[in-house]
């Protein structure tokens, strides 16, 4: 008879269960959970098991919503790229989206830990981004300074951002070795940071330009 049939009820998130429940709560769950053990271990040191019994998740769904754990990392660091993109955007010269995009890369240290442990294991870039989001970025406000003429006309964009990321990124992966075998490890880690990148922007600018 009509109206007897049972109704399906949609399944709901358990209370109080802790566990990630729906797409975007599961995937920021493994991307969260990715990071932090990729940048402890490195990539070829974590399971797709590993990493779901940290995010609290079946195993099958990361498969379902990456892929493959090499998708997985991929967007792991694509994610924090953008996230430190929205550090520097606004900024309203070179030398403060350096300034921020130095603080930034500082404050995502799994970014560059992960980086790191990737290259270190013998992965090329293929698998680390699709996407440089932040290296874009820093290219067009480099030429925007050479056309103002705040830097010399005869810099390529492209080395110098190549040697902003060398600079920033070899700066904190060695800065207790740069300090000790420079004789700043008794000085404040914040007050050298701000001193090193303002003496490593005066080579492309002019000491009087970096001045905030």
Same mark, same amino acid.
């Given at each position: 008879?009509?109206?007897?049939?049972?109704?399906?009820?949609?399944?709901? #998130?358990?209370?109080?269960?802790? #566990?990630?429940?729906?797409?975007?709560?599961?995937?920021?769950?493994?991307?969260?959970?990715?990071?932090?053990?990729? =940048?402890?271990?490195?990539?070829?040191?974590?399971?797709?098991?590993?990493?779901?019994?940290?995010?609290?998740?079946?195993?099958?769904?990361?498969?379902?919503?990456?892929? =493959?754990?090499?998708?997985?990392?991929?967007?792991?660091?694509?994610?924090?790229?953008?996230?430190?993109?929205?550090?520097?955007?606004?900024?309203?010269?070179?030398?403060?989206?350096?300034?921020?995009?130095?603080? =930034?890369?500082?404050?995502?240290?799994?970014?560059?830990?992960?980086?790191? #442990?990737?290259?270190?294991?013998?992965?090329?870039?293929?698998?680390?981004?699709?996407?440089?989001?932040?290296?874009?970025?820093?290219?067009?406000?480099?030429?925007?300074?050479?056309?103002?003429?705040?830097?010399?006309?005869?810099?390529?964009?492209?080395?110098?951002?190549?040697?902003?990321?060398?600079?920033?990124?070899?700066?904190?992966?060695?800065?207790?070795?740069?300090?000790?075998?420079?004789?700043?490890?008794?000085?404040?880690?914040?007050?050298?940071?701000?001193?090193?990148?303002?003496?490593?922007?005066?080579?492309?600018?002019?000491?009087?330009?970096?001045?905030?």
């Amino acid at each position: 008879m009509p109206g007897t049939g049972k109704i399906k009820k949609t399944p709901s #998130r358990p209370r109080n269960s802790g #566990r990630p429940f729906g797409r975007d709560d599961v995937v920021a769950a493994v991307i969260e959970a990715a990071g932090e053990l990729f =940048s402890r271990r490195g990539f070829d040191g974590v399971s797709v098991r590993d990493i779901a019994k940290k995010a609290g998740v079946n195993h099958g769904l990361i498969h379902r919503h990456f892929g =493959s754990k090499e998708n997985l990392r991929r967007q792991t660091l694509q994610r924090m790229a953008d996230a430190m993109l929205a550090d520097v955007r606004g900024a309203g010269s070179l030398q403060e989206i350096s300034r921020l995009a130095f603080q =930034s890369l500082t404050k995502h240290e799994r970014f560059w830990r992960i980086l790191a #442990r990737t290259i270190l294991d013998g992965h090329g870039t293929g698998d680390l981004h699709r996407r440089f989001p932040i290296a874009r970025h820093l290219t067009e406000q480099v030429k925007a300074a050479v056309k103002r003429g705040g830097l010399r006309g005869d810099l390529d964009p492209r080395m110098v951002v190549a040697a902003m990321f060398s600079f920033s990124c070899g700066f904190i992966m060695f800065e207790p070795f740069i300090l000790a075998a420079a004789g700043l490890d008794g000085v404040k880690p914040d007050k050298v940071r701000d001193a090193v990148l303002a003496a490593a922007m005066s080579l492309l600018t002019g000491p009087d330009d970096v001045k905030r």
